[in-house]
C-alpha cells in the first residue's frame, strides 16, 4: 500500500491536467491506488438502470478519482498550493507545517 500526502477532509488544489487550479475538499482517499476523489473535481456520467421503485434511472453526475500526485495541500495564508513537512509541537502532536509560511495545515 501506497502512503498518500493527502488525506480524507484536507483542502487541496489540482496542479494538472483538465481541473487545474480548481480547488476542493477530499471526499475519499483510496491509499491502494494512490488515488483520491475531490469535490467538484473530475465530474463523470454515470447512466444508471432504476432499481426498484425509490431508485430512478437516469444520467447522474459524479466525481471520480484521479491521481493523488496531481493534487498538493492548500495553504489558506499563502492562498495556493504548498509542500509540507512535518513537525512534532511541544505537546507531542505531530502536525504538518506549510513549507513557505510556516502555518500549520489541517487540524
Excluded: F
Excluded at 73 to 94: A, F, H, I, P
Amino acid at each position: 500500500m501506497a502512503k498518500l500526502h493527502v488525506r480524507k477532509d484536507d483542502t487541496v488544489v489540482v496542479i494538472t491536467g483538465k481541473e487545474k487550479g480548481k480547488k476542493g475538499k477530499i471526499l475519499v482517499a483510496i491509499p491502494k491506488d494512490g488515488r483520491v476523489v475531490v469535490e467538484g473535481v473530475n465530474i463523470v456520467s454515470r447512466h444508471t438502470k432504476p432499481r426498484g421503485q425509490a431508485n430512478q434511472g437516469g444520467i447522474l453526475k459524479k466525481e471520480a478519482p484521479i491521481n493523488a500526485s496531481n493534487v498538493m495541500l492548500y495553504c489558506s495564508k499563502c492562498d495556493k498550493g504548498v509542500r509540507v513537512t512535518n513537525k512534532v509541537q511541544e505537546n507531542g502532536d505531530k502536525v504538518r507545517v506549510c513549507k513557505k509560511c510556516g502555518a500549520v495545515i489541517g487540524k
